[in-house]
């Protein structure tokens, strides 16, 4: 009994009976909704995902026909749920850096049009930003007979946006490999040119010279996979366009309302970043005869995403959560998918699980990500 004195000892004991009596929360929960589901005569269980699908996807990474099963209807979905938050979390980076930056801008002209572009995309609620774009792009832009032609072979539908691109050929794998090595290149002479700066004072361009290294191995790749040129071009075929990338219209929609909306919040994270930074360090940098830009780049955007870095890990989870409202305008993403199988076989449970399980495993993957990029970020204290 006098081990119950001890501080630590009864720690271990709360955390040890919180779990017990969480397990047993959880137990009871299950055993009691499968009880009741098998009273109703509702089978349980994941054995529907080998069954056959038949149901379509308009869009897919991968190829699918409505004879594939359910497991790989769901996987489909998957990838285009991740590929729409991959490219958002890119584009809301950058638009969110420029924004918040010209929200700081001398030039009235520029601080205006950044601070409109905040105060109203930011205050519209994103399901409507969806359905907004989804109708802007449907009944403003042409049928593909009369699609507009803004750039040679690009063409702008009420189906999508057709873009050439290369031929599938073995060399551009090889050349993805490649940059892949280069950039593990890159990564290794930066580690050299701030070894070397440290010992020697001498600055080293690592910038250019990692894009080079990169550039470089990709370029040696394509030169030894025969240099492909054939491309891929869309051209109106019957009723439609064909050939080249398209985007369809749910896609370029949900891009642009999860890029723009979230976009508005990287803006303001990164304008106070860079208001957190002391502005002796501007008038440091300054008295050294440095221009303003040299500064922004190497002096005070390094220090304001110390600040930036735990907010935009939330911003990046926000877009990529609220991507499930994709099931709004159309697009095949897991939770349309999840529910089209629901639907058909009555496994509600399971099919909730399984893009609560995406989801949770997207965010806790970004989260994994950004903390140890903070962490790389973070001032080492001697």
């Not at 589901?37 to 190829?63: C, H, P, R, W, Y």
């Not at 979905?77 to 991740?82: A, E, I, P, S, W």
């Not at 075929?237 to 896609?251: Q, V």
């Not at 002096?299 to 600040?307: A, K, Y």
């Amino acid at each position: 009994m006098e081990h119950l004195n001890d501080e630590g000892v009864r720690a271990i004991l709360y955390q040890v009976l919180f779990v017990l009596l969480a397990g047993m929360a959880v137990w009871y929960l299950a055993s009691n909704t499968i009880s009741n589901l098998e009273k109703q005569n509702v089978a349980t269980g994941f054995s529907f995902l080998n069954l056959e699908a038949a149901f379509g996807i308009s869009e897919t990474m991968v190829d699918y026909e409505p004879s594939d099963t359910y497991a790989h209807a769901l996987y489909v979905g998957f990838l285009n749920t991740v590929k729409v938050s991959a490219y958002g979390i890119i584009f809301t980076s950058i638009i969110g850096v420029i924004f918040g930056i010209a929200r700081l801008s001398h030039n009235l002209l520029v601080r205006s049009v950044a601070t409109v572009y905040v105060d109203i995309f930011r205050n519209i609620p994103i399901l409507l930003q969806l359905m907004f774009w989804y109708a802007l792009i449907i009944n403003v832009f042409p049928h593909p007979k009369k699609a507009l032609n803004p750039f040679s072979d690009v063409f702008l539908t009420n189906r999508g946006i057709y873009v050439p691109i290369p031929e599938p050929h073995p060399a551009y794998m090889w050349m993805l490999i490649a940059a892949v090595v280069g950039c593990i290149g890159a990564y290794f002479l930066k580690k050299w040119a701030d070894k070397r700066q440290a010992e020697t004072g001498q600055p080293f361009p690592t910038i250019i010279a990692g894009f080079g290294v990169v550039f470089g191995c990709a370029l040696f790749a394509y030169v030894i996979g025969g240099m492909p040129t054939a491309i891929d071009t869309p051209a109106l075929k019957g009723f439609g366009l064909r050939g080249g990338w398209n985007m369809s219209p749910e896609f370029v929609a949900l891009f642009v309302g999860l890029t723009v909306y979230t976009s508005t919040y990287v803006a303001e994270i990164v304008r106070s970043g860079i208001l957190a930074v002391p502005k002796g360090q501007w008038e440091a940098a300054e008295s050294l005869g440095l221009k303003r830009s040299y500064i922004l780049r190497h002096v005070v955007l390094p220090q304001s995403m110390r600040v930036a870095i735990p907010p935009l890990t939330n911003q990046f989870l926000n877009l990529t959560k609220n991507s499930s409202l994709a099931v709004a305008i159309g697009y095949p993403d897991i939770v349309s998918v999840a529910n089209t199988t629901m639907n058909q076989t009555g496994q509600a449970i399971e099919a909730i699980l399984i893009f609560m399980t995406v989801y949770l495993t997207l965010s806790i993957l970004t989260s994994l990500f950004m903390n140890w990029f903070n962490a790389k970020m973070a001032l080492v204290e001697r």
